[in-house]
């Protein structure tokens, strides 16, 4: 590390401090809510687009059929273009695909939007772990890479509690009857659950 005019610096650029670091933690989470909304909704989104086993597992799995190629592609963007711009192209692309995922209402868009909302989201390992290694003084990286790593877990952890109680309190397009989930009977429950299985569905 070499300071130049009172500025930290690695290599020649400046240090990032814990307030990025922070922004790529919140990143993290954020990313980790998004992929996983569709699998808390899953079963009211079945019912309300009346799709099958086989189309809800299209569903379930397109968003990886993405993330997992282009996660080279987005290393060797961070690389080739800087990891900033590069993480700044996959938020813009994944809060887009999240956007629009809220107002689809066929199989064949909600498909689409999922697999786009993995390339999106492909981008963040790579060059979060670029910026910290290019931007990051050394002795830094076990206390950023620990941060980070409790966005990543918190994601999914508050995702689904919030997104089950958003779903028990409030109608998601149409696909709840005001309260019905949170306070139908268990031999309610119990009854379109045996509906369901007759008809070939969960």
Do not use: C
């Not at 695909?97 to 909600?110: E, Q, R």
């Amino acid at each position: 590390m070499e300071v130049a005019s009172g500025q930290p610096t690695v290599a020649g650029r400046s240090v990032i401090g814990f307030g990025v670091v922070g922004l790529l933690a919140i990143g993290m989470f954020i990313n980790y809510v998004d992929r996983g909304n569709l699998s808390t909704a899953a079963p009211l989104i079945k019912d309300q687009l009346h799709l099958n086993n086989t189309q809800a597992g299209f569903l379930l799995s397109a968003f990886f059929w993405a993330y997992t190629p282009f996660q080279p592609i987005a290393g060797w963007l961070a690389e080739r273009i800087n990891p900033y711009r590069t993480l700044a192209l996959g938020v813009a692309l994944w809060s887009l695909a999240t956007a629009l995922i809220g107002i689809a209402g066929s199989f064949a868009g909600l498909f689409v939007l999922r697999l786009l909302l993995g390339v999106g989201e492909s981008s963040v390992f790579p060059a979060n772990a670029k910026i910290l290694a290019r931007d990051l003084t050394p002795h830094h990286l076990g206390s950023a890479n620990g941060v980070i790593g409790a966005g990543q877990a918190l994601g999914p952890a508050i995702g689904t509690f919030a997104g089950g109680m958003l779903m028990a309190t409030y109608e998601p397009a149409g696909a709840l009857k005001t309260g019905s989930f949170a306070t139908q009977k268990p031999s309610e429950l119990e009854l379109k659950r045996r509906e369901r299985v007759k008809a070939g569905n969960w």
